[in-house]
């Protein structure tokens, strides 16, 4: 889903700032657009400001400065309870005292909502996540798995058009974490909401969304598919914290066409994409995925700059070859190779060269 | 796993009988942990289950009229074995003739001999005020006591015909007895033996304990309402500050009783500072301060105050580990503030109240101290009574059955509690 800047925004950051002590912002000038159905994914380390986002959004935080709008009303005065936002909490925040059943008629009570009414939407939100059988047990009987889907439901149960997830998966263990991610994008479609979702995992939020906001310092860094994410990154930030990531440092010499010509510190030349260099002299930090590389000399196009490499380490890992490098003085080079038939098993100690397609060698900020 | 049950019997690999083998196994660690905790069940033992089943003991069983125990050897004499003798071969009720004056004329004559027409007169007297002197004077006059009987101890002393004086010494006779039972609860036993109150002036147990009831659930209430809060402060509170606030909330605590009562005492009196303070801004005139000691008020008060961290702390050790992030889902869910804190936290928070009001209210039943020093005349409690008939009026059985009663009641409301909340979930800290 393309990025899009219409008046039919569902919601919007518009300058956006948070500061807990009045010292040091948490969130820098916070611009964000999300049509209707979206999901959204807030990518970052932890103290990159995701979670402030989220908080402000859901009510719990205030903005410093600047407005968040809902459908094109400001909610920047509206209290938590009625701002109609579902919400999955880190810890799920399933009460304890409560049956699941009773969980998840609370939302629907607090609304007022006829006891038939109110059974018939209990009833289809835990079908909903296949739990239609345990309504009658307490939290704590549950699994991490099904507490996560109760979780869910109850987010849902009360049809709120915007859903919020603060890392929901978090606790869960890697297969669990796979399936969850599978079905809750399904739901999220299937169902039409639109979804902000928050995590520190890069691969959660590559496979689950529409757009990724990779947030650093307080500001979003790139605000992309997750296609584009990773494979025309445009900071080094973006580049080193998406995938896996090779990077040589050195200074443009010359852009000629659409290509520049980067000098490495140890001064062999390769050619470059300049994304974010304009002009001969700069430093800058080359970036290059690891699965990107060829050194195959058969397949290499012709002309292009090649760097020699000494093969450190060869690791096996089932599918893939992972081989690490000494690149222009990196000792941390990483090559990933298919395991198919024909490739090459490298032997540490080899000597060989390395070269790629110019444009997925990407000229960064330094 | 199928042979299990085809052979119950497993044995070891050697062949002996598994159980056997399993249970000398782990023996020698069972009496090593046994060991360590000898002391302490001896300490307890000695120092709390003993002298609780003498006190219980002590509340059914009194040997004043049927024993004599001289101080110094520690000798003991049978008395009052004449009088025991008619008592056994005439049924309750019947009128004392002058076989039984002559039996209790040669009683007297032991009484006199052994210098016990004291505390034999005293054991009468717990029921039947006024009669020690009765006995007193009858041991003293015992030589000169001459048939008819009868009318010699009248010419002694009228009452000596009373039934209601045949009937207390019927029941002295032997050494067991509900009757302190009774009158911890104002009752009483009529001459033909039917149980009925007792006059109203002298009717103080019943009420006593209703007024400990009722201060108790007060107290208990009051720590609650100011507990609350401040608890739930704690806990929000970063580390930093509710280690202060635990602090000032802890500080009492470590504090003399005695300090913090008589601290009270100078706040509350009627030249106090409080008092002092509203004549001195011009709420109050000087001729009209206000009585806040020395009556419930100054019990309830300092009682208040002192018991206010045994609320505070299992509060706050359930309150502790709430997240906050269930009122969020709460407010997320649609829930004003008050339906969060209601329907989310305060249930979350059950198990601390009932630990706090439980330990709050057992305390404040037993209290002593306090109410002693402050209390006055209308705020005394249950405690300070079994006080006084421990060390002023020397009642001891009566104390004791009063003790017994408070720790029944105490009792009662535990297994109350556990049937309700279930002790399990009591969380004390």
Redesign the interface.
Known sequence: MAASQTSDAFVEFDRVQKSYDGETLVVKDLNLTMPRGEFLTMLGPSGSGKTTCLMML???ETATHGDIRLGGKSINNI?????????V???Y?L???MTIHENLS??LE??NIGKSDREAKVKRALEMVEMGSFGTRRPAQLSGGQQQRVALA??LV?EPELV?MDEPLGALDKQLREKMQFEITNLAHSLGITVVYVTHDQTEALTMSDRVAVFDDGIIQQLDSPDTLYEKPMNSFVAQFIGENNTLEGRVKEINNGVALVQLDDGELIDCNPVNVTKAGERTRVSIRPERIEFNKARLQEGVHTLKAEVLEFIYMGDIFRTRLRVAGNDEFIVKTRNAPDQKRLQPGEHIEIGWLPEDCRALDA | MSDTTANPLLTTADGKPLKAALARAERRARYRAFLLVLPLLAFILITFVTPIAQMLHQSVYNEGFTMHTEIGSGERTPIMVNIKAWFDENPAGTEPGEAAFAALAEDMKTLRELRAAGSAGTRINYERSGTRSMFTKAARNANKIEPPFKEAFVDLDEDWTDPALWRVMRDASTPYTMNFYLAAIDLTKSPDGDIESVAENRQVYVTLFQRTLFLSVLITFLTFALGYPVAHLLATLPLRHSNLLMILVLLPFWTSLLVRTTSWMVLLQSQGVINDALVGVGLLGDGNRLQMMYNQIGTVVAMTHILLPFMVLPLYSVMRPI?P??V??????????W??FW??YF??TVAGIGAGALLVFILSVGYYITPALVGGASGQLISNLIAFHMQNSLNWSLAAALAALLLGGVLILYWLYDRLVGIDNLKLG
């Not at chain 1, 209290?79 to 919400?87: A, D, E, N, Q, V």
């Not at chain 2, 969020?328 to 503030?337: D, E, F, V």
């Open positions: 859901a009510g719990f209290p938590p309870h009625k701002r109609g936002i579902g919400m909490f880190q810890n925040a009460f304890p005292h609370f939302p607090v609304r109850r987010a009360f919020l | 997240n992030s269930y969020r889902a709460a407010r997320s869910l649609g829930a004003t503030s339906t969060a329907r989310i249930p979350q």
